[in-house]
């Protein structure tokens, strides 16, 4: 079955999932590698150690995910993410760093990426960051939403009026999550998300989620093909 048709049709422990997996660091390649294929529906496909290197790869296999460094020799993450995304627009990329910054999160998101990761991550949560890319959600670890919350409060001086915490929780909700779950993320009753949710939307004259999530993809905070 073309890669194509496949894209649409992931399930856990079926359909496999085509990564190409760019990183300078070869040992790092070598634990990425074998902590997702120990998941049968995931299959590593090529390996880049430069930025030129993983758009040549991604054009040559055409993959499901990339899985993508941010500091490489000749091209950064940020300008292959972009390039990738140009030329492959059916590939997503998921961005893992060292850098816990919320600025290069939200460049690297307003770049075309579906998601951020720190590579101190674990092997479940790469595996659900991937597939829940694959379901055409955003993924942020919990520990960076804050962090590029406030970036791009910082890059926006007036912020659209928003508060640092509402940045977050518009961030959450428009990465998909339920208001049970953000929550739980940042520590607040249920009624008191709610409540920020509807000043949020007061605040920027919105009039649903959806609007929500546009205006979200219009800041850059995420990708239209969330």
Wanted: charged share 25%; glycine share 8%.
């Amino acid at each position: 079955m073309p890669p194509e048709e496949r894209r649409d049709s992931h399930e856990p422990g079926t359909a496999t999932i085509r990564i190409v997996l760019v990183d300078d660091h070869a040992v790092f390649r070598q634990g990425i590698r074998a902590m997702l294929e120990k998941d049968r529906s995931m299959q590593v496909v090529a390996e880049a150690g430069s930025g030129q290197e993983a758009v040549r790869l991604a054009q040559e296999h055409k993959p499901d995910i990339v899985l993508m460094d941010i500091s490489m020799p000749d091209m950064n993450g940020l300008d292959a993410t972009r390039a990738i995304r140009s030329q492959l627009p059916g590939t997503r990329v998921l961005g893992l760093s060292m850098h816990l910054d919320g600025k290069i999160a939200a460049d690297l998101i307003r770049a075309g990426a579906s998601g951020y990761l720190a590579k101190i991550c674990d092997s479940g949560e790469l595996c659900n960051a991937i597939r829940r890319i694959m379901s055409n959600q955003i993924y942020m670890s919990q520990d960076m939403v804050g962090l590029v919350a406030a970036a791009c409060s910082r890059g926006d001086e007036e912020a659209d009026g928003l508060t640092p915490r509402q940045q977050e929780i518009l961030l959450l909700y428009a990465q998909g999550h339920s208001t049970k779950e953000i929550a739980a993320s940042v520590n607040r009753s249920i009624k008191t998300v709610e409540m920020h949710r509807q000043n949020i939307m007061k605040r920027l004259n919105l009039r649903s989620l959806a609007d929500l999530t546009r205006y979200a993809i219009r800041k850059g905070l995420i990708s239209s093909d969330a």
